[in-house]
């Protein structure tokens, strides 16, 4: 199994402002993917991030409100831009290993 | 931590019960299938998977039940422990998923288990 970190593992940010959330994998990873779980509910997938490529959006999801950066195999980040209350979440990192899809431990936001 | 399962349905079950959690998932061309629980202030963690060419695959005191029919799938935990606590999800994968299979997963509503001493 992959062992993954992230950071900030919270924060409290006030609206209008950025935050960048990190994700470090042990391995190299081909494909790299956020999620975003809101408050009492199940996980949505945002984007599948791909090493010199650009990032793929699920459907709702826009690369300006959320920009992707993956530079190399082991690290991605996610940008949740110009935030809002709505943008309350926890935000997972996720990598995939023989179909198995692997979690970091999450960075919980709260946007007031 | 707070908890994610504020409007999530629960089950609550004594210590030394089996339990059986249900979900439903959305697509009959979906090929594979895991089970994940996520206890307070943590990521999901992976129990047990099954291929839809299956109907039943066992692990350590937990079964998964395959119904391709209905489109249904359970987890049955055995002897549940009060540490089996925590919010579970099912999780299916679409077969040829553009390609981006491994990983991309759609989660099902998710169940609250409690378990009493």
């Known amino acids: 199994s992959a062992v993954i970190s992230q950071k900030p593992s919270r924060d409290i940010c006030q609206r209008g402002t950025s935050l960048t959330i990190q994700c470090q994998v042990d391995s190299q990873v081909t494909m790299m993917f956020w999620y975003r779980q809101q408050p009492g509910q199940s996980l949505t997938l945002i984007a599948t991030a791909n090493q010199g490529s650009e990032a793929t959006y699920e459907s709702g999801f826009v690369i300006d409100k959320f920009p992707i950066s993956r530079p190399n195999l082991t690290f991605s980040t996610l940008t949740v831009s110009n935030m809002s209350p709505e943008d309350s979440s926890i935000y997972l990192c996720s990598v995939g290993t023989l179909g198995v899809g692997y979690f970091g431990p999450g960075t919980r936001l709260l946007v007031l | 931590g707070e908890s994610v399962g504020l409007h999530l349905p629960t089950l609550s079950v004594q210590e030394g019960d089996n339990s059986i959690i249900n979900c439903a998932y959305s697509n009959s061309a979906s090929d594979y299938f895991i089970w994940y629980k996520q206890e307070s202030g943590k990521g999901p963690q992976f129990i047990i998977d099954i291929r839809s060419n299956m109907d039943k695959r066992q692990g350590q005191r937990v079964t998964v039940l395959l119904n391709k029919t209905v489109k249904h799938l359970s987890l049955q935990i055995a002897a549940t422990q009060p540490g089996d606590s925590a919010v579970y999800f099912c999780?299916?994968?679409?077969?040829?998923?553009?390609?981006?299979?491994?990983?991309?997963?759609?989660f099902g509503q998710g169940t609250i288990l409690t378990v009493h001493p």
């Open positions: 999780a299916e994968r679409l077969a040829n998923a553009g390609g981006t299979s491994y990983g991309k997963l759609t």
